[in-house]
């Protein structure tokens, strides 16, 4: 099986081959361990890939310039993102990273009036959806399944742009101007999802952290007011033209999964650990897990024994023919053999069954 027909066949529980994988690396691991990395690169096939957006001639170059780890919604205008120092992205939210290889954080409001009657000078980003519909395509010619190179990240962008305090203090009483920014904000996100939908991209990708270490970041019932509304659009987006709909969230999400169930998400990159395994077997069968592997204690403190371990009562517990791809972050502080022995214990259990 292409590596397209494993991970379709794992988003539709119809058994794949092996359980498709997926390697994040962030900077901070390439400079630290380049030949564990190399060695991961030439021991496993990586099932996704995402291909490269070229803008057309009116269209402002520099304001889609990535990395191949950053997507173009942490795209740099000025400065590089991972590096110490400062960067600009394309919406002109400055942001400040105390530690290389990892992105830093937005100190100072962009949007600095509480009734946000500043934010109609926020830039949002058209020129990204001027790129080239036959490039894309041309990229997803392959064997690999494709994602979107973009990320609508709609209460993360809040964040940027406002700084996380300020904007959880104005969404227990919504200023009218800042309901207005984000009905603008989720059409541009929409219109730049269907363009991508109108191509041959495998799915649309989205992303929000709504979690702390034990719940969500704002009462459930607010976020289902105000967000959930927007991940239908994007899910019907997806699934109108065809693709799949995948979204990455931090934190325990666990009070907001069924809701994204409901709403017809194809598969979720979460914090597995975070919320407890035995907590989402429930939901076996009914969405597909891409990953995570726990980062925050397994990968930087565990032994390889334990990372077995923790592979075994994901697949047990969360394998169906499906619903599983196996995807670990290789970012501080984890070690390189406990993330090559997660993949090695992934492919062991699919050869088990």
Not at 27 to 44: C, G, K, M, S, T
Not at 208 to 230: H, R, T, V, Y
Not at 254 to 266: E, S, W, Y
Request: some cysteine; hydrophobic content about 40%; proline content about 7%.
């Amino acid at each position: 099986m292409t590596s397209r027909e494993l991970v379709c066949a794992a988003l539709n529980r119809a058994n794949p081959a092996r359980v498709p994988r997926d390697l994040w690396t962030l900077p901070w691991a390439q400079a630290r361990y380049p030949e564990a990395i190399a060695a991961l690169q030439r021991d496993f096939t990586w099932d996704f890939s995402s291909p490269d957006p070229q803008l057309n001639a009116q269209a402002d170059v520099s304001a889609v310039t990535h990395g191949k780890d950053a997507r173009q919604d942490e795209a740099a205008v000025s400065g590089d993102p991972y590096a110490v120092g400062e960067y600009r992205d394309a919406w002109g939210c400055t942001f400040v990273n105390i530690h290389g290889g990892v992105i830093g954080e937005v100190k100072e409001p962009l949007i600095r009036a509480d009734d946000w009657s500043d934010a109609c000078d926020v830039h949002i980003p058209e020129e990204w959806l001027r790129f080239e519909p036959g490039c894309i395509n041309a990229q997803c010619t392959g064997e690999k399944f494709m994602l979107t190179p973009v990320t609508p990240r709609p209460f993360e962008r809040l964040q940027f742009l406002r700084t996380s305090p300020l904007l959880y203090m104005d969404l227990m009483d919504p200023p009218p101007k800042m309901l207005d920014f984000l009905a603008q904000m989720h059409d541009f996100y929409c219109r730049l999802l269907t363009r991508y939908a109108q191509t041959d991209i495998d799915a649309l990708f989205f992303m929000d952290d709504w979690g702390a270490q034990n719940n969500l970041l704002i009462p459930p019932a607010l976020w289902e007011k105000l967000f959930l509304p927007l991940y239908r659009d994007y899910i019907d987006i997806a699934h109108r033209h065809g693709k799949k709909a995948f979204m990455h969230s931090d934190g325990n999400t666990l009070k907001i999964l069924p809701q994204l169930i409901d709403a017809g998400l194809d598969a979720i990159n979460c914090q597995i650990f975070c919320m407890g395994v035995k907590n989402l077997a429930p939901f076996r069968g009914k969405i597909t897990f891409w990953g995570e592997m726990d980062r925050q204690h397994l990968l930087p403190a565990g032994s390889p024994q334990d990372v077995e371990q923790a592979v075994d009562a994901v697949y047990e517990a969360l394998w169906a023919d499906g619903g599983v791809i196996a995807q670990c972050e290789f970012g501080p502080g984890a070690r390189p053999e406990n993330v090559r022995r997660v993949y090695e214990r992934f492919a062991e259990k699919g050869r088990l069954a």
